[in-house]
């Protein structure tokens, strides 16, 4: 089975996108007939030699010396003196953050015909925008913490009471993310994240909450689940931590849960998934507050796909590759444009 | 000045893009270098001579004989025998309904550096979707009428009082809409409605209510605002009488209003669009209820770029055309993969 891994991307997450995509290639070669196109920071795409399949080979600018693609209707094209080639191949979206999780990846394979795993554009934007993320999940009855939200040149007067957490809306891997438990560090930590974003989210922060992650997708009506990981983790996962994380391809231990927490997971997780995410193979990370669940966020391409959370990660993927969404197509009949040159007689 | 206008799409308004740019041109031409790209129903766009830019061109298949283009970074390519030719102009984005207006055409011309006149991504998505735009006005404090979302495989209960509004909630230009007045109409109303969208919106339909449209544009922290207009309306616009709407180009009457309410629609106004629709020109359609103002929906690419409602059009273009939003531009560094490869020790 051919597929292709798209990775890099114009985002803060660029290199994890590119430990994920190297990770994941690890994990899905031997039953995939694997290619990799690297998307770099200009928005040119490379077909990589899978040889050269090392974190060196982009930070070296080794890239730039292999072939270069065209994004084009029904694929992307080699382009030669002789003619073009075209790879009318599947794709993984393995671009995290932004132009991977935002909608502009996933509008561009939709447009061109393309198949695709990966969230659509309006499962990206809700979810890539922590804003939007709290609209949908009230929208769909999935619980989440408090939260306010402080524009760049907003009075920076916060109603949440200390400690709280500040993040900017739109990033992801805790880049710009700051815990700030008393008034004299809230002027840098708002720096800090208005240097990433000028949109930014504040909620309580819970010392010691229950966290737990579980990823899913799903295919003809039917979630496939992973185990339950509660992840291991300081404070919070700094960038560095979280880093290292895109890397991941061990196993993991199911977390020490009851039944009825399991239970309580997967229904919040499909009242989020079904029908926006159908495509992706999505992380929701939760929290446990008193016997409930709080959805935290949704990653729609999780680092290295969550590999680790499933028992068989490559039939998942053989799976959801089989049954991806199909985009409403709409022919147009010019109706109208008839019946007025036929009124007027031309 | 160059400017092209894009126009058609794979959409139910492609008939009303053609009839849109064909106004546009009338308008533009004596002030800008205009040229047209067109986008078909396939997702191949073509250069159309200016002197066929007539509805037929399109309805006779006769675009096919014309200059194919391709989009790539920095603008639309012109491929031939001996090399290829890059229009690297300014797009005035035209494409009305599904590709134009939820989010697919600016996230690609976003992704490829080509400047456009049109809404944002995101912006794209809170508009066309009419329950994102629920969220979305009371998120900036503006009122919308109460309204109830009913999925195409949920019961059939319908907490409004009749009579009614159902609307699709992704599409523009009256398609599927009905006005449900007793019980009997219902299932009806749905079906057509359901053609069309998989979810819908209930509203209360209110007889005779006061209806204003306001358009404008944001150029350096500033609105421009057109006249308000009273728009002649049948009960609501039907789909055939809006399509004629769309080739409008005279200009408009001042609606007899009172400075407060044009103030109020003003502010209204203004709280939509700063900073999510920088870069577009939009029209706001409200609707007046006891002296409050409501709005009914934001057009981010209104009908014939709502030309008749401005004194100085081309001026105005001109205008938004000078002061367009840059993209922020993520410049990759490629520390981490350099301190992992260091502590490795390759």
Not at 150 to 170: E, G, M, S, V
Request: proline residues 4%.
């Amino acid at each position: 089975m051919k597929l292709a891994i798209l990775f890099g991307g114009a985002s803060y997450e660029h290199e994890i996108s590119i430990v994920s995509a190297i990770t994941v290639k690890g994990k899905l070669e031997s039953t995939f007939d694997l290619s990799f196109i690297f998307c770099d920071q200009d928005h040119s795409f490379y077909l990589i030699e899978p040889s050269k399949m090392k974190a060196i080979t982009f930070s070296r600018n080794e890239h730039k010396k292999m072939t270069q693609l065209f994004i084009t209707n029904g694929g992307f094209e080699q382009r030669g003196l002789f003619g073009s080639k075209k790879h009318d191949i599947a794709i993984l979206n393995l671009i995290h953050g932004g132009d991977g999780e935002d909608g502009t990846i996933a509008s561009m394979l939709d447009f061109f015909h393309i198949p695709f795993i990966g969230p659509r554009k309006e499962a990206s934007l809700l979810s890539f925008d922590k804003h939007y993320t709290k609209w949908f999940a009230q929208s769909v009855g999935v619980k989440m913490l408090p939260y306010e939200i402080l524009h760049k040149n907003d009075p920076r007067t916060i109603n949440t009471a200390y400690p709280f957490i500040i993040k900017p809306a739109r990033l992801g891997s805790s880049i710009g993310v700051s815990i700030v438990r008393e008034a004299s560090e809230l002027d840098y930590a708002l720096d800090v994240a208005f240097e990433f974003d000028s949109v930014v989210l504040i909620e309580p922060f819970i010392a010691g909450v229950k966290e737990y992650n579980l990823a899913g997708f799903g295919a003809r009506g039917e979630i496939t689940y992973s185990i339950v990981e509660e992840p291991q983790k300081a404070e919070f996962l700094d960038f560095e931590k979280k880093y290292l994380d895109f890397s991941r391809s061990g196993s993991v231990e199911h977390a020490a849960v009851s039944d009825a927490l399991v239970t309580q997971l997967r229904e919040s997780f499909a009242k989020i998934y079904f029908p926006l995410f159908e495509g992706a193979l999505i992380r929701c990370d939760f929290f446990e507050i008193e016997g409930e669940v709080y959805l935290n966020e949704i990653n729609p391409i999780p680092g290295s796909m969550a590999n680790y959370l499933f028992d068989n990660f490559s039939g998942g993927i053989q799976k959801l590759l089989g049954a991806l969404p199909d985009k409403k197509s709409i022919r147009v009949k010019y109706d109208y444009i008839h019946s007025i040159s036929q009124a007027k007689g031309k």
